[in-house]
C-alpha cells in the first residue's frame, strides 16, 4: 500500500513553555521533507507554527530552535516580565504580566512571507462574542460547528490579513495572551485571548481534504504530591482543554471512519486499521517536572529536542519506512 504525506497538516498544541516539547517532533517532520499544506497554532503552538509557516521547511525548524535555545538561556522572564507584578497585583489590573517581551518575540515573526506562501497558517483565538452563550449554541448536532462558533480561527489567507499581513501578529499575540497572564488584545473593535483548544480546526482540515493529520502535543503532567496554587490553577485549565480536545478529535474520527490512527506515546501503537489516510498522535513519553506553563528550573532543552527528534523520527520510520 502506498502512503504519503502530500496532504499534511501539523497542529501544534499549547502549554506555554511546554511549547518546547514540539520542537524535537517539528524537526523529524520537516527532516522527511515532508511540506504541510497547512499550519495549525493555539496559544504557544500559534508562535511555533507562525515561525514555521515562514518557510514551510527545515531551515525555519532549525530557526525556532535557535530562538527557544536563548529562552532557555535568559530564563522565564524571556516571556513572562514579573517587573511591577505586585503593583498591578494590587491596582487590580487585568493581568499578572506586562506582554511587552511576547511582543518583542512576535515582531521577529516575518508575517509578510507567511501571507505570501500557498500553505496556511491557521491560529486559533477567542473573541470576545465567544463569551456570550446563546441558546441556539446548545441546539447544534454537529460538535465541528459547536466549537468553530465558540473558537475563531483566523488564517493567512482571510482577506483582512492578506491586505493587511501585519495584523497577523496581533492575532498571534492575542492566541499567547492566556487570560489572567496577559491582557487580551483589542483588534479593531474586539478583543481576543487565548484560543486554549486546538480541535475547533477540525473544519478547516476537512475542507483541505487532508491525507494525513500530524498532532503533536505538549502534554506535560505534574505530580499532584508537588503540586503549587499556580500549578494547581493551571493543570486544571489544562484538565478542560485536553476534555474539549479530546471530544473535537473523537468527532472528526468518526466523521472520518477513514483514517487510520496512530499514537506515540511510551508504545508505539496503531489504534485503528491500517489506512493511506492518518491521523497521527505525537505525545511526550515522560513528564519534564521542572518544566512549567510560566517557568522552568534547570530544564536542558536541547536534550528535550534532541529526545522528542530521535523519538519522532523512528515513530514516522514505522508508519512510512
Not at 501539523?10 to 521533507?33: H, M, Q
Not at 513572562?80 to 491596582?91: C, G, P, Q
Not at 452563550?133 to 460547528?145: G, H, K, Q, T, Y
Not at 462558533?149 to 498571534?172: G, M, T
Amino acid at each position: 500500500m502506498k502512503s504519503t504525506f502530500d496532504r499534511t497538516a501539523v497542529i501544534f498544541d499549547s502549554g506555554g513553555f511546554n511549547g518546547v516539547l514540539s520542537i524535537g517532533p517539528a524537526k523529524a517532520i520537516w527532516s522527511r521533507g515532508v511540506k504541510p499544506v497547512a499550519l495549525f497554532g493555539t496559544s504557544v503552538g500559534a508562535i511555533n507554527a507562525a515561525k514555521i509557516a515562514e518557510t514551510n521547511a527545515l531551515e525555519s525548524v532549525n530557526q525556532l530552535e535557535i530562538i527557544w535555545l536563548l529562552i532557555e538561556k535568559l530564563g522565564p522572564e524571556a516571556i513572562f516580565n514579573s517587573k511591577f507584578i505586585s503593583y498591578r497585583l494590587l491596582k487590580g489590573k487585568p493581568a499578572l504580566f506586562r506582554n511587552d517581551k511576547l511582543i518583542k518575540l512576535i515582531s521577529s515573526l516575518n508575517v509578510r512571507k507567511v501571507v505570501e506562501q500557498p500553505w496556511t497558517l491557521g491560529i486559533v483565538l477567542i473573541n470576545d462574542k465567544s463569551e456570550n452563550f446563546p441558546a441556539d449554541d446548545l441546539l447544534c448536532s454537529d460538535i465541528s460547528e459547536f466549537l468553530a462558533r465558540r473558537f475563531q480561527v483566523v488564517s493567512s489567507h482571510d482577506k483582512e490579513v492578506e491586505d493587511n499581513p501585519e495584523l497577523l501578529k496581533e492575532y498571534i499575540l492575542a492566541s499567547a495572551s492566556v487570560p489572567g497572564a496577559f491582557e487580551a488584545v483589542k483588534i479593531g473593535d474586539r478583543k481576543f485571548s487565548d484560543g486554549f483548544v486546538f480541535s475547533s480546526v477540525s473544519k478547516q482540515i476537512s475542507q483541505l481534504n487532508c491525507d494525513t493529520v500530524i498532532l503533536i502535543l505538549n502534554k506535560n503532567p505534574l505530580s499532584k504530591a508537588r503540586m503549587s496554587w499556580h500549578q494547581a490553577m493551571f493543570g486544571g485549565l489544562r484538565y478542560l482543554q485536553d476534555t474539549l480536545n479530546a471530544i473535537g478529535i473523537i468527532h472528526f474520527l468518526q466523521a472520518h471512519q477513514d483514517f487510520s490512527v496512530w499514537h506515540c506515546s511510551k508504545e508505539i501503537t496503531p489504534l485503528r486499521v491500517a489506512s493511506e489516510r492518518r491521523f497521527i498522535i505525537i505525545e511526550p513519553p515522560n513528564a519534564v517536572p521542572d518544566l512549567e506553563q510560566v517557568r522552568f528550573k534547570d530544564v536542558d532543552f536541547s536534550s528535550i529536542i534532541k529526545e522528542g527528534f530521535k523519538r519522532t523520527q523512528s515513530f514516522l520510520s514505522i508508519i512510512e519506512p
